[in-house]
């Protein structure tokens, strides 16, 4: 618990620190931060699909690996779709031009170019357009009141299992507990931006403020939601390859993947959620 905790604590002085350089250095701090964790979870993915039995085909990772992020960050969502389709002609091309890969091993190289590295290029897309930095924390903040509200909140509890054919630890206590995090986390970023003015210079959700909170409701709810989706998606993920973890980076919470997997998920959320209001506003 203290190994995990302590990390945990590390893990946020970096997360501010990375935000500082981004707001008062350069948005594209955190564009090379984004990057080198898109890296680092692209090659826990590949191996656990190694170690799950597939053969990812490598080329065709790195290819999308050096190019998605960057071109996100750059031309936006057209530069991530041309990154991810980059790899995936690369892919298609050594598959084609060597005999030794099977259709498994095309389609677990499609899996990995979405899942982490299509998702994680989202933090640039948000970071640069819709949402900036207000789109960021929510991104960021939702996930880990729920991942911490599901965790304290299951371990206190207890009860009825929620999955235990995927993840034999959670609970259906520490699932409720996770939604209400989520909705706290949100309702957080709604009294800093929108209701207090404490973050005064930033951009905030809408000039409605009921219709503002509204909306951090609903985004906590549902992103509390597609989080634990993707808590349990990555558990059956490492379940069915035989791991833990996948990595061991971080001391009490495994590898990169490992702490991403809710934050993932709740990228599209956001970056829909801008992409929507935008609309609406324009």
């Known amino acids: 618990m203290l190994k995990r ?31 080198l964790c898109s890296l680092v979870a692209l090659h826990e993915m590949h191996g656990a699909l190694k170690k799950a039995g597939y053969d990812p085909i490598v080329p065709g990772l790195v290819v999308a690996g050096v190019t998605t992020v960057p071109l996100a960050a750059w031309l936006g969502a057209p530069g991530a779709i041309a990154g991810v389709s980059l790899g995936m002609i690369a892919a298609l091309a050594v598959f084609t031009a060597k005999h030794n890969y099977e259709l498994k091993d095309l389609a677990t190289t499609a899996l990995a170019l979405i899942y982490p590295l ?17 789109g960021l924390l929510l991104a960021i903040v939702v996930p880990v009141m729920t991942d911490t509200m599901a965790y304290f909140v299951g371990v206190t509890v207890g009860g009825k299992k929620l999955c235990p054919n995927i993840s034999p630890k959670k609970t259906i206590s520490g699932a409720i507990g996770g939604i209400v995090g989520g909705v706290l986390g949100a309702f957080l970023i709604f009294v800093l931006f929108d209701w207090t003015n404490a973050i005064s210079e930033m951009h905030y959700l809408t000039d409605d403020l009921w219709v503002s909170l509204a909306l951090y409701l609903v985004i906590g709810y549902l992103g509390a939601f597609v989080c634990e989706v993707g808590d349990l998606a990555a558990s059956w993920i490492k379940r069915k390859a035989g791991i833990k973890d996948f990595g061991k980076i ?22 829909l959620l801008f992409a929507c209001v935008n609309a609406v506003s324009a």
């Open 5 to 35: 905790i302590l990390t945990a604590a590390v893990l946020i002085l970096v997360l501010v620190g990375t935000f500082a350089a981004g707001l008062f250095v350069s948005p594209y701090f955190i564009d090379a931060v984004v990057w």
């Open 118 to 134: 299509a998702l994680t290029s989202i933090f640039s897309l948000i970071n640069h357009g819709y949402g900036g930095f207000l």
């Open 250 to 271: 971080f001391p009490g919470h495994g590898g990169l993947m490992d702490r991403l997997d809710s934050i993932m998920f709740m990228l599209p959320i956001v970056y």
